[in-house]
């Protein structure tokens, strides 16, 4: 048995001869490819706008830019994301709030949020992790009363619903991340969705140099260069096509996981919302033998990834000023952190890697 990797994307024949197509068009930077894949996306996701950028990262940052959010405003954001959520809120020069996140689902604590709530909060992120959700309904509820922005972390989450909509669609900004290893891929890239035309005039303007076309040399307002380009499209319209069948194999691998581990008592999986339909960009499972499970399986040739490292605890971020409750407690960051474990969850993986991996764990689990 080869080793099997936790992820991988599904690249084949079919993004590279249509990426031929366009590369032999030569016009490579953002064009009429880009913008076929952002109508592409408007009418998968019910979307009234949609933006491409250089990636998600600064896509974050755009839309808070767009909001004018800044210098001494806060925006709140869960402690267990990836630290791109949290370097977007310092880009734009705010002051990220972090909140403990819930047990089950890994999102937002929205009783913990409100109790961060100030006269300072602009915008709040929930971040849609490995596809879940917070209730978005009081989420909204909440902001509306205040009158604070929500921006949805989507980044993992392309496909999943709260309700009718589509995770991304909800708030006033939200969007995907399209980096290598996410559901559907760019190689890099992202894509920013949002109601309003004048939110989608300023993001472009803003990510174009600060002008509303390319091609001219006067500048209304100061800018930055997060344009996308041709290659990046081509893939992401053949990526698109292959969702569905993406969605539907990693979700017939999390139920295998969930159907053949649910005897073992030391596991758990997460729970969804009753109205939040989730994609499994990973299956993760919660263990207090995460250690020992993790060297056993890597030793067996089985890939497996850690869950992302709570941000209180980030080397780079200690004793930061720029960050606010920094130095709080975090008790189910922390425990998801150490007890979570993500496993193999590629398209790629047949039922033969799909079943040694289970059997796997469960002798792992007799054994210990």
């Known amino acids: 048995m080869k080793r099997i990797k936790q992820i991988e994307p599904w690249i084949d024949n079919k993004e590279s001869d249509y990426i031929k197509k366009v590369v032999s068009k030569t016009f490579l930077t953002e064009a009429f490819e880009t913008e076929k894949f952002e109508i592409n996306v408007k009418k998968k996701f019910n979307s009234k706008y949609a933006i491409s950028v250089s990636n998600w990262t600064a896509g974050m940052f755009l839309c808070l830019k767009a909001a004018n959010i800044g210098k001494s405003d806060e925006v709140i954001v869960p402690n267990?994301?990836?630290?791109?959520?949290?370097?977007?809120?310092?880009?734009?020069?705010?002051?990220?709030?972090l909140c403990d996140v819930d047990e089950e689902n890994f999102s937002l604590d929205i009783n913990k949020m409100k109790k961060l709530i100030t006269k300072k909060t602009r915008c709040i992120?929930?971040?849609?992790?490995?596809?879940?959700?917070?209730?978005?309904?009081?989420?909204?509820?909440?902001?509306?009363?205040?009158k604070i922005f929500i921006l949805e972390d989507a980044a993992q989450a392309i496909g999943a619903k709260f309700g009718n909509s589509y995770l991304g669609t909800i708030g006033d900004f939200g969007g995907?991340?399209?980096?290598?290893?996410?559901?559907?891929?760019?190689?890099?890239?992202?894509?920013i969705l949002t109601k309003k035309k004048n939110y989608s005039k300023l993001i472009y303007a803003l990510k174009n140099h600060g002008r509303s076309n390319k091609g001219i040399?006067?500048?209304?307002?100061?800018?930055?260069?997060?344009?996308?380009?041709?290659?990046?499209?081509?893939?992401?319209?053949?990526?698109?096509?292959k969702l569905p069948a993406i969605l539907e194999k990693k979700r017939r691998i999390y139920n295998s996981y969930k159907l053949h581990l649910k005897s073992i008592k030391s596991i758990k999986f997460m729970k969804n919302l009753n109205k939040n339909k989730p994609v499994y960009w990973f299956s993760?499972?919660?263990?207090?033998?995460?250690?020992?499970?993790?060297?056993?399986?890597?030793?067996?040739?089985?890939?497996?990834?850690?869950?992302?490292?709570p941000i209180n605890l980030q080397p780079c971020f200690k004793?930061?000023?720029?960050?606010?409750?920094?130095?709080?407690?975090?008790?189910?960051?922390?425990?998801?952190?150490?007890?979570?474990?993500?496993?193999?969850?590629?398209?790629?993986?047949?039922?033969?890697?799909l079943i040694y991996i289970i059997k796997k764990i469960l002798f792992f689990f007799k054994k210990n």
């Open 217 to 241: 040399f006067k500048h209304k307002i100061i800018g930055y260069n997060f344009m996308f380009t041709e290659m990046q499209a081509a893939i992401g319209n053949v990526q698109l096509k």
């Open 284 to 309: 993760n499972i919660i263990t207090d033998k995460k250690k020992i499970l993790k060297k056993y399986l890597e030793k067996n040739k089985i890939q497996t990834r850690d869950i992302f490292y």
């Open 125 to 146: 992120i929930p971040v849609h992790l490995y596809g879940h959700c917070c209730n978005l309904d009081l989420l909204k509820k909440i902001c509306k009363k205040k």
């Open 80 to 97: 267990l994301t990836f630290i791109a959520t949290v370097t977007a809120v310092l880009m734009s020069g705010a002051t990220p709030v």
């Open 319 to 353: 004793n930061s000023k720029l960050i606010k409750n920094i130095n709080g407690n975090f008790p189910v960051s922390k425990k998801i952190y150490n007890n979570g474990l993500s496993l193999p969850s590629s398209y790629s993986l047949n039922d033969k890697k």
């Open 176 to 191: 995907f991340s399209f980096y290598g290893n996410k559901i559907i891929t760019t190689g890099e890239g992202g894509m």
